[in-house]
């Protein structure tokens, strides 16, 4: 047995490339880092999105790796207008198409999807999307997170969890890191009433695309938030990104459910959660953080989880999470 | 041909909205521009214009939906003051940069701080340099009128850029004044229904709104400078066509008896009128004062300018805005700038009058041209004068 070879999940999702669409709309040749969780989620959502769909993307990491002028890597028509604002002009793309096809001037509504990281959406784009969601626009929105101002370089974010190294919230004498928890955007969606609400992760390649082609198909505003792995600022090997998304899942630190007209539901359900060190300790970003943190993290995450349990109705799994020494002794 | 009617400014803008059959709108109310978008929502709501109104939740929204309505490929407006425009301006050289063709009025507002609802030239003076063409009306007509030609204006093929129309807050959106409208054949037969160049369309997809390294971002700022200066025939072509048709015919640059005028009193916006009152007066008296009054503000009409101070000694221009902490107001550094080239050039004096709805009545005018000759025959004392300031 590998490392880190114990992956509950495979018992749920088969990975069969033959059944899923052959056609890009993300090309090869961005400039997107090694190893990016962001660049395989945005490949796969779109093939999720399908023809006679419109993009509208937020400044930030993937912005600038896929659009330098003259080039593109989006087969879609796309537009990217500034960093907090995607949500309002996939709003006025919705609306501008919906008066259109009134007016006979357009055949059929394109699909509009809104995408934006995590800075764009739960920070400086909150106001946006909040006003997007709540005016109940036809509308994907898809946050890209991989919990910091990762472009910029490394800055911290309301998205960024517990602990975490950044550059603008470093460990120090005084500091442990990132002092704040992860803000809940998901429930921020959620509370706006919208009839479909997800997370998702590249690393569950089915259930993001499955989620996506819901959300799209769903009339009114649809949010999803993908955990976007990122070994450039969360210093990761970049062979990794595909087993860390698994790990935040199997960990309980991400885990991945949708609500459906307020209906939660867990889509991956893992019978046992791993400890959170096992997701921790191959992460540069934690490595400051004592045996203390590790285990206000495992408590902090295990009650979070517990309360998402409670929602979905679903029965806890087995706890104790597996301790170390088992899972080395598999 | 066209009828008279009697109504408030706002609503006779949103008439003329309804004239060019706009058909995506997205606002966010802020004083003294509620009146044009409540019309219009009111307008919406009862199908007497064909469109979608969008409540959105901040004047930025507002902008960055116009911005995707466009892109989507309708005709857009908007509507915005003061604060409103301020908090849009990012997005502002976004939607001049990427060339949609979104009208927007703005009801001219003191900015905050103080907080203060009323008019000066504050807030589109901040917006100066945003690579929108930018016109101020100077009555109710006009501000029916350059709607209406904004959109044939911004639509333009060879313009392809988002246009502004100025009127001054309360002084013009609250007064009622008696119009002449077109008919609607006649609007329809100006503007035809928009037809934009590029859209976002997935039979035919394309990337709106790519990053430029270095040697990239030159280029594009240059192809838009261009195309803002080379909008200036278009616009007078647009205002030729809609004076054939209204017999309201408008020029960059509008003269109020300046033959044989020595001294010139330079303003933009409504209180063209006052000062119009203020000139007459003055030559009633035998004093040989004349107006001109700045309608284009981009593209400047430099030309037009030179050409109108032609054989004055003084020129006067009463700002209604502060650059603070610089030469003077805007409109006067711009004019002084303009006329500096030319071999024989008249003085240029900055007046700045009417901050934040101080009142201004001819006597202001005539104040303002007393205390200029005096600092000519003295020597400019000072960069230039706030007026009316109070010890």
């Known amino acids: 047995m590998e490392k880190f070879g114990y992956a509950q999940s495979q018992k749920f999702d088969t990975y069969a490339s033959r059944l899923m669409p052959r056609k890009e709309y993300f090309t090869s040749g961005h400039r997107a880092c090694q190893g990016c969780g962001e660049a395989l989620a945005v490949r796969w959502v779109t093939k999720a999105i399908g023809e006679d769909a419109v993009i509208a993307h937020a400044t930030g990491c993937m912005e600038i790796v896929s659009s330098g002028m003259p080039q593109t890597a989006w087969m879609h028509p796309w537009i990217h207008v500034a960093f907090e ?98 803000k809940n955007m998901v429930a921020i969606a959620v509370a706006h009433g919208i009839p479909y609400v997800a997370t998702a992760c590249p690393s569950y390649l089915f259930d993001l695309f499955f989620k996506v082609k819901r959300a799209i198909e769903t009339p009114g505003p649809a949010y999803i938030h993908v955990l976007s792995v990122c070994p450039t600022g969360w210093r990761s090997a970049t062979e990794l990104s595909v087993r860390l998304g698994r790990l935040a899942v199997e960990t309980g630190v991400f885990p991945l459910f949708e609500v459906v007209n307020g209906k939660y539901r867990l889509t991956v359900e893992p019978p046992k959660l791993r400890p959170v060190n096992d997701y921790l300790k191959i992460q540069g970003r934690f490595r400051h953080l004592r045996d203390k943190e590790r285990a206000f993290i495992q408590r902090h995450t295990l009650a979070a989880y517990q309360l998402l349990l409670e929602k979905c109705g679903a029965s806890y799994p087995e706890f104790p999470v597996i301790s170390e020494t088992e899972e080395e002794s598999e | 041909m066209g009828h008279r009617v009697g109504m408030e400014v706002s609503i006779a803008v949103s008439h003329a909205v309804q004239m060019a059959r706009a058909e ?154 008696a119009q002449e409208f077109l008919e609607q054949e006649q609007v329809d037969k100006f503007l035809p229904s928009y037809h934009p160049r590029f859209t976002l369309d997935p039979k035919r997809p394309v990337t709106m709104g790519a990053f430029a390294m270095p040697e990239m971002y030159t280029e594009v700022k240059f192809a838009h400078e261009m195309a803002l200066r080379n909008s200036y025939d278009q616009i007078l072509k647009v205002w030729k066509e809609y004076g054939d048709l209204s017999g309201r015919y408008y020029h960059p640059v509008e003269r109020y008896k300046t033959e044989g005028a020595k001294v010139l009193l330079l303003i933009m916006g409504s209180l063209a009128e006052v000062a119009e009152i203020a000139v007459d007066e003055l030559r009633e008296a035998g004093d040989e004062v004349g107006l001109l009054k700045l309608r284009l503000w981009r593209p400047f009409p430099f030309q037009d300018l030179r050409e109108a101070v032609n054989g004055a000694d003084l020129v006067i221009v009463c700002d209604r805005a502060l650059s603070l902490g610089g030469a003077a107001g805007p409109v006067m550094a711009e004019v002084r700038s303009a006329l500096y080239p030319l071999a024989e050039k008249p003085a240029v004096l900055g007046y700045t009058v009417g901050l934040g709805g101080r009142d201004i009545q001819p006597s202001t005018f005539k104040d303002v041209v007393r205390l200029a000759r005096a600092e000519l025959a003295q020597g400019p004392q000072q960069e230039f004068h706030i007026f009316g300031v109070r010890g």
């Open chain 1, 85 to 182: 604002n995607t949500a309002a002009v996939a709003s006025g793309l919705e609306t501008g198409f919906r008066i259109l096809a009134r007016k006979g001037k357009l055949a059929k509504l394109p699909k509009v999807v809104a995408m934006g990281g995590d800075g764009g959406t739960t920070d400086i784009g909150l106001q946006a999307l909040s006003g997007a969601l709540e005016r109940g626009h036809n509308f994907t929105y898809v946050c890209w997170d991989n919990e910091a101002y990762m472009n910029t370089g490394i800055q911290r974010s309301s998205s960024t969890p517990y602990g975490a190294m950044t550059t603008t919230s470093p460990p120090g004498k005084l500091s442990i890191g990132q002092t704040t928890q992860k």
């Open chain 2, 24 to 177: 995506a709108i997205a606002a966010y109310p802020i004083t003294p521009q509620t009146h044009i978008v409540e019309h219009l929502a009111s307008m919406v709501a009862n199908g007497e214009l064909e469109a979608e109104f969008l409540n959105v939740e901040s004047e930025h929204s507002a902008m960055s939906a116009c911005i995707g309505m466009s892109a989507a490929g309708a005709r857009t407006y908007t509507a915005t003051s003061s604060q409103g425009l301020a908090l849009m301006y990012e997005i502002l050289f976004i939607a001049s940069a990427m060339r949609f063709p979104i009208v927007m009025t703005v009801a001219n507002r003191a900015l905050s701080g103080p907080l203060n609802i009323w008019n000066d030239h504050g807030d589109i003076m901040a917006a100066r340099d945003i690579g929108w063409i930018q016109i101020f009306a100077e009555n109710g007509q006009e501000s029916y009128d350059h709607t209406i030609m904004a959109f044939k204006i911004a639509e333009n093929h060879k313009v392809l850029l988002p246009t502004i129309i100025n009127l001054d807050g309360f002084i013009l959106t609250h007064v009622v004044e």
